[in-house]
């Protein structure tokens, strides 16, 4: 087959290129509704059957004028305290923004002190001298929806704040649309950074301008395409954001690259030998095709393991990735071997063709063989002593699930989050609130206050917690005073919409703690509170009962629970599904089991020495979650890219050779070729680290890490050592 196809090729190059350019021009007229890519974006980047989702759609159905999923928050501030004139403006803003949002795409609702006085104790600032607005919105923070209401909200603010009054607009959804920015610059910084990269290490491998131009046009026109299809994609109903369209930047120039070079340096050996293009083209599909579709089926079923995950981000990267890779790879086998014949010597410009002599002549790789072939059981326990000691750290590594929450410096989200720290209760602010659902109440006021002022009770000798809010005490239970005063009008008072829904047999609690909303003391603290609530229900409560908790904690519990799920998952099917296609193309179980194995401690690696940097010398508050998931995909996956080839080279040697010659063979001929490919994957994936955001950064450095452990220490040291050990060796040595 292979040989065939490549004398097809031979034979109507031309042909093949006028397929790649219609197809091209046919994508390009495509031109998606942005109506439609916005409906796409997820409601939600946790599952529908996560807690926190289950939780918000209960609460926005029994309270909706106080749920939301995400918020606009404005922060207004006056240095020596607002005066009245300051006051009436921001009523003046809060009123027409209310009155706005009505009519509004996406409806929104605004809480305020001018809009209900209950919330002045929230809202006002103690000392005077600052008050907020806060626009709720039922949509994703992260999404362009939200985004477009923040700008809204910002052109309907804009040069009405007069001298001395500062004005600042956070929020989620504020911090959402500063990762939009940033995501849409990570885009364009990387995909020139990749280009970039490519091109200066293809000149640099083949100094040959013209051959450096071919894999770098044929996988850039795949990746145009696969531009293309994701908008199609987008607009049949998948969500894919700037974060899956860099990563197939990188993904297909880096992949797509490597097995296009496979294939080329393939060729240029057998066209060295027979001078004949056809023959050369089809003996090289031969030769290599098997290895490239098998190490391709790697990263592509490595990719789709990722559907397997409830997390949006993944479970999305895994439907649109493979299918971008499927692209990237068929260039590089039907389009790149069709420009090499079109361009003949021409290619090799102004080097002349070098001699398989010349080939196998490259000063590193037979110095390493020779190493090898001598001394491989040294070989082989230094490299895993020096892959195990940093793969060893990574089992303790912790992780942080706030990335998204990360702030960017210089701007008004940032600066209005600085005022609400200095001059709010961040425990108010980021409260979380629990509903309990019971038949129990029976729409009866005095019995939800009743059983309101005993769950409470339970609540707040909880270590961690500062304070319970709830119907009998709607300012909190440090303010039973006032409260007492108030009791004889409650359910007359706007009180009672935020604690009890009489139709729905529900009361509303909410807790303070001390501890940062996004912190792991903060989920730790809602755990107890939940167990408690738990506990305190079954005992006290005589029908079924449900409960639900929504706000900044409760979600990052969530998260928690989907990620840990995630990566069992993703971690389990990977690892089965590619070490099925090793074993299948390599016929080696031993030798597969090892290839495997080397590779997962190359992850660990990656992962310890990203925790070293980015923790230990820079002083990050830790690596995403994310990074974990991602970096095991990509580098367990495209690590047995480089084994596959490598193996496959040295099982065709074996074949003729005794088992020393042909490792040492292998490891010139190929040496070259995968060392380059691995530097381009390297290159490429690490052009992440350009990024103006944190996660996409340490991202890029443990892919380039991991990549580069992989390229020049896994491949040519440690699978072939254990190769020599673990099959029948001879004396004999091309070198010796």
């Known amino acids: 087959m292979w040989n065939r196809l490549g004398q097809l090729i031979a034979r109507y190059p031309w042909l093949w290129i006028t397929a790649w350019l219609m197809l091209a021009v046919m994508v390009s007229l495509f031109r998606p509704d942005p109506v439609l890519l916005q409906r796409s974006e997820p409601a939600s980047l946790l599952p529908p059957d996560a807690p926190w989702n289950q939780a918000m759609r209960a609460f926005s159905d029994t309270f909706p004028e106080q749920t939301s999923q995400s918020q606009v928050v404005l922060v207004f501030y006056r240095r020596d305290g607002l005066t009245p004139d300051d006051r009436r403006t921001i009523q003046k803003i809060a009123l027409e923004l209310q009155q706005v949002g009505r009519h509004e795409p996406e409806p929104w609702r605004v809480l305020s002190s001018a809009t209900n006085p209950l919330l002045s104790a929230r809202l006002d600032s103690s000392d005077g001298r600052s008050t907020l607005v806060t626009v709720l919105l039922d949509l994703n923070y992260i999404t362009l929806r939200a985004t477009q209401a923040v700008e809204r909200i910002e052109q309907l603010t804009q040069n009405r704040i007069h001298d001395g009054l500062t004005m600042e607009i956070t929020g989620s959804a504020a911090i959402g649309k500063q990762h939009n920015i940033r995501s849409e610059q990570a885009l364009q910084r990387t995909t ?108 592509i079923f490595g990719l789709l393991t990722l559907m397997s995950a409830g997390l949006v981000p993944f479970h999305n990267s895994g439907q649109v990735l493979p299918i971008a890779l499927m692209l990237s790879l068929l260039a590089a086998i039907t389009l790149v071997p069709s420009l090499v014949v079109v361009m003949r010597r021409a290619f090799f410009w102004p080097r002349d063709l070098p001699s398989l002599t010349q080939i196998s002549r490259h000063p590193l790789w037979p110095r390493v063989a020779r190493l090898l072939v001598r001394h491989p059981a040294v070989v082989l326990v230094t490299g895993l002593v020096v892959l195990g000691i940093p793969a060893a750290a990574s089992l303790g ?115 303070m703690q001390r501890y940062p909303p996004m912190s792991q003391s903060a989920v730790g603290v809602f755990h107890r509170v939940e167990q408690t609530v738990r506990n305190w229900a079954t005992a006290h409560l005589k029908q079924p009962y449900q409960f639900y908790a929504i706000g900044m904690t409760p979600y990052m519990s969530s998260l928690q629970i989907v990620a840990n799920r995630d990566l069992h998952r993703v971690v389990g099917f990977s690892v089965i599904v590619i070490g099925l296609i090793v074993l299948i193309m390599i016929r080696r179980v031993r030798l597969s089991i090892f290839m495997m194995l080397a590779t997962l401690i190359t992850y660990g ?97 443990a892919f380039a890490v991991g990549i580069l452990l992989d390229t020049y220490l896994v491949r040519p040291l440690l699978v072939p050592a254990f190769y020599l050990l673990g099959y029948r060796s001879s004396k004999r040595s091309i070198l010796s």
């Not at 990335?403 to 200095?422: D, P, Q």
């Not at 996956?637 to 496959?648: C, E, H, P, R």
């Open 192 to 299: 020139k950074i990749t280009i970039l990269a490519v091109l200066l290490i293809l000149i640099l491998v083949y100094r040959s301008p013209l051959g450096a131009l071919v894999p770098l046009l044929s996988i850039g026109l795949s990746v145009y395409i696969a531009f293309r299809v994701l908008d199609i994609l987008a607009m049949a109903g998948l969500a894919i954001s700037n974060i899956e369209r860099t990563f197939t930047v990188v993904l297909l120039f880096g992949a797509g690259t490597d097995y296009a070079l496979f294939w080329i340096a393939r060729y240029r050996e057998e066209f060295s030998q027979t001078l004949d293009r056809a023959t050369a083209v089809g003996r090289s599909l031969s030769a290599v095709g098997p290895a490239i579709a098998a190490s391709a089926a790697t990263t």
């Open 397 to 511: 590594v912790p992780v942080r699930y706030d990335s998204f929450g990360e702030v960017f410096e210089n701007t008004s989200a940032a600066r209005g989050l600085k005022i609400v720290r200095e001059h709010f209760s961040e425990a108010e602010l980021f409260s979380t609130r629990l509903m309990i659902v019971c038949d129990d109440l029976h729409s009866d006021p005095q019995r939800a206050v009743e059983l309101s002022n005993q769950l409470a009770q339970q609540i707040a000798p909880i270590s961690g917690v500062t304070d319970v809010w709830h119907l009998g005490a709607p300012l909190g239970l440090k303010r039973e005073g006032l409260l007492t005063r108030l009791a004889g009008s409650l359910f007359s008072s706007s009180s009672a919409e935020y604690y009890f829904a009489p139709g729905k047999n529900a009361i509303a609690i909410e807790v």
């Open 605 to 701: 690696a990656a992962i310890g020495l990203t925790h070293a940097v980015f923790v230990g010398l820079l002083g990050s508050a830790g690596i995403d979650y994310k990074i974990k998931i991602l970096v095991f995909v990509i580098i367990v996956a495209i690590g047995q890219d480089y084994n596959i080839f490598l193996v496959t080279r040295l099982l065709e040697e074996s074949r003729t050779l005794p088992i020393r010659e042909a490792v040492e063979r292998s490891i010139i001929l190929t040496g070259p070729v995968i060392s380059s490919c691995g530097l381009i994957m390297a290159a490429t994936l690490g052009s992440l680290m350009v990024t103006p955001v944190e996660l996409i950064r340490q991202l890029g450095f």
